[in-house]
């Protein structure tokens, strides 16, 4: 875990870019002159310290909302449940139902209506799954954007092996209660490290799922996978979960076939752990948060309509430094375009004010 300096992207970004690598031969890219690697450039400040891993502890109930001024925005926080243990995301059912639906770390998801949590669960799947790292656990959760016809699920967890796991569940014929023996995994991605595990599952406005994965964990990409269009570490990816087979794979997905072996589920790469993006439900706009390693987070903006196969640069960079160049010079990595690392979309953003949040339908 690290203390990181929040950078947030400005469209000095498409200037920027062109340096560090993208022009190199052979992968290779030029020394960094500002960052050596497993630096940071800058001392971390008070109040800089970005959150990258789930709260540990049961949320307090009965303070008082906060009120707090960030130039011309005012932020207020409000209570709106306790009783929850290590709440990592909260969505809902888009079936007219009012009820708030949280996933909790170890492998519950919890049902609160008018803020009360119901006595039993809507899953339990923590037989299921590791939760002893601080980023391993149940992670994410998004129901179809057919819930109310269907009863269709998606759950994304750290399997007990340690497996980054992709699942499909079916309500039962009790609204509050989930079917666990309609569980169908639909990939089980091997991992190496308890840290960097993605996690977010998001419908696109286009009705894929779209699946985030970290680069596997340890620090510094020690296996060069957000580069690596073979492997699913380090990406984001986008399935047609539409049928009844686990996942096809949208035509338009940049590698549908799987030509210069990339998978097929790639949506977008060079991610480091982009465990949260939210589609703007007004625009289509993505926003990816990729949790930094050293000195920079990575607020991602990809808009509304772009096509895939876009490069947001991890290992390469961090944010908009070179990062660890010179481990481009390593020969056992298996780079899939050694010399275009070109860092396309990785476009700004200056305020956060646009991303939509859930509402209660
Ligand atoms: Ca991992």
């Known amino acids: 875990m690290h203390r990181h300096h929040l950078v947030l992207w400005g469209l000095l970004a498409a200037l920027l870019l062109a340096a560090c690598g993208a022009t190199q031969p052979n992968g290779e890219a030029p020394p960094s002159a500002t960052t050596p690697a497993g630096e940071a450039t800058a001392a971390p400040t008070a109040g800089s310290a ?17 009120t707090a001024s960030t130039g011309s925005a005012t932020i207020k926080l409000e209570e709106v449940a306790g009783d929850l243990k290590s709440p990592v995301f909260v969505t809902y059912a888009n079936d007219k139902s009012n009820r708030m639906f949280v996933v909790e770390k170890k492998g519950t998801i919890a049902i609160l209506r008018d803020g009360k949590r119901s006595p039993t669960p809507f899953l339990d799947i923590s ?11 149940l992670l994410g959760l998004a129901f179809h954007p057919d819930y109310a016809s269907n009863g269709r699920f998606f759950v994304y967890y750290t399997a007990s092996n340690g497996d980054n796991t992709l699942a499909r569940y079916n309500v039962s014929g009790t609204p509050d209660v989930a079917d666990p023996a309609s569980a169908t995994v639909l990939f089980a991605q091997p991992d190496f490290a308890a840290n960097h595990n993605g996690g977010m599952l998001a419908f696109g406005p286009d009705g894929y799922l779209y699946v985030g994965l970290g680069d596997g964990g340890g620090g510094g990409d020690p296996q060069a996978n957000g580069q690596k269009r073979s492997i699913l570490l380090g990406k984001l990816l986008r399935l047609d979960v539409s049928g009844d087979k686990p996942y096809a794979i949208p035509p338009d997905n940049p590698w549908p076939t799987g030509a210069d072996n990339a998978r097929p589920e790639i949506w977008a790469y060079g991610l480091r752990n ?22 920079y987070e990575e607020i991602d903006f990809q808009p509304a ?11 390469v960079r961090e944010a908009l430094h070179c990062f660890q160049a010179d481990t481009w010079k390593r020969t056992t990595w298996s780079i899939q375009s050694p010399s275009t690392p070109t860092i396309r979309g990785a476009q700004s953003l200056a305020v956060m004010s646009t991303v939509a949040r859930p509402s209660l339908t």
């Open 50 to 66: 970005a959150p990258t891993a789930a709260p540990s502890t049961t949320v307090p109930s009965g303070s008082e909302p906060t």
């Open 305 to 315: 309509g772009a096509s895939g196969g876009l490069n947001y640069g991890w290992s």
């Open 274 to 295: 982009p465990w949260r993006f939210s589609f703007d439900r007004a625009t289509g706009d993505l926003y990816i948060g990729d949790v930094g390693q050293n000195a």
């Open 127 to 137: 037989d299921l799954i590791t939760s002893s790292g601080s980023e391993q656990g």
